[in-house]
C-alpha cells in the first residue's frame, strides 16, 4: 500500500470517471506518495501544515496503479512516485485527515 495526501476539496471536485492528474505532475513529473504509514503525519506536517482546509488520504494498492511507480530517495527515505496518472480503481479507501486547531496534522486511523 502506498499512500497520496491530497486536499479534500481537490479530491471532492474530481472527476472519478478520468484519472487524477496531480499538481506535481505538471511540475515535476510525477505524483508524490509515501511508503510507510507513519511517515505521512512527518510529510504532512512538513509540507502542507500551513495549508488552509482539511486534507484526506488516498490508500492506493501499488499493484494497481497504471503508471510507472518508481521508488527514490529523497531525504534519506525512499519513496514511491507515481509517473503519469492515477487510476481510481487502485484506490482502496480515501481516509479522512485529521488536524489540530494550530494546523498540526494527526495520525490518521484506520489505515491499510
Keep these: 500500500m502506498i499512500y497520496h495526501i491530497l486536499p479534500q476539496s481537490v479530491y471532492?471536485?474530481?472527476d472519478k470517471s478520468q484519472p487524477l492528474r496531480s499538481d506535481t505532475l505538471e511540475s515535476e513529473g510525477f505524483m508524490?506518495?509515501?511508503?510507510?504509514?507513519d511517515l505521512l503525519v512527518w510529510v504532512a506536517n512538513r509540507f502542507y501544515r500551513q495549508a488552509?482546509?482539511?486534507?484526506?488520504?488516498?490508500?492506493?494498492?501499488?499493484?494497481?496503479?497504471?503508471?510507472?511507480?518508481?521508488?527514490?530517495e529523497s531525504d534519506g527515505t525512499?519513496?514511491?512516485h507515481i509517473y503519469?496518472?492515477?487510476?481510481?480503481?487502485?484506490?482502496?479507501k480515501v481516509i479522512d485527515f485529521?488536524?489540530?486547531?494550530?494546523?498540526?496534522f494527526l495520525p490518521p486511523g484506520g489505515l491499510p
Design 78 to 80: 525512499l519513496f514511491p
Design 98 to 104: 485529521p488536524r489540530e486547531a494550530d494546523g498540526a
Design 52 to 72: 488552509k482546509g482539511p486534507f484526506v488520504v488516498l490508500c492506493i494498492e501499488e499493484a494497481s496503479v497504471a503508471a510507472e511507480v518508481r521508488w527514490e
Design 32 to 37: 508524490h506518495c509515501t511508503g510507510a504509514p
Design 84 to 92: 503519469g496518472l492515477l487510476n481510481w480503481d487502485a484506490v482502496e
Design 12 to 14: 471532492t471536485s474530481q
